[in-house]
Nanobody
Framework: QVRLVESGGGLVQAGGSLRLSCVAS????????MNWYRQAPGKDRELVAFIASDGYTDYHASVKGRFTVSRDNAKRTMYLQMNSLKPEETGVYSCNMVLTTKRGPFTPWGQGTQVTVSS
């Protein structure tokens, strides 16, 4: 069964750093574009960072210069390095990936990892 698992969340003080990981498991043929999303309490989910299969990246305007998304295709893993975190960035961070499996294209979501930034 193909699935994504996030890790690396936790409690950090404002100004601190965390590194999130998102790993794809199962039988995969290709791993394409990848995304990190976050959902703050009481708010809609928003796209935080994007990394294409060719390495192109893009970010939400509020995190540019502080967050860095990267990928290791051999490990089927995407990372999100988050620096200078702010309390308003507290929320559940989830990933998704565009995958090709034996059953065809599939874009699963991970279960999310909680990030809490204290002031």
């Amino acid at each position: 069964q193909v699935r994504l698992v996030e890790s690396g969340g936790g409690l950090v003080q404002a100004g601190g750093s965390l590194r999130l990981s998102c790993v794809a498991s199962g039988i995969l043929f290709t791993v394409g574009d990848m995304n990190w999303y976050r959902q703050a309490p009481g708010k809609d989910r928003e796209l935080v960072a994007f990394i294409a299969s060719d390495g192109y990246t893009d970010y939400h305007a509020s995190v540019k210069g502080r967050f860095t998304v990267s990928r290791d295709n051999a490990k089927r893993t995407m990372y999100l390095q988050m620096n200078s975190l702010k309390p308003e960035e507290t929320g559940v961070y989830s990933c998704n990936m565009v995958l090709t499996t034996k059953r065809g294209p599939f874009t699963p979501w991970g279960q999310g990892t909680q990030v809490t930034v204290s002031s």
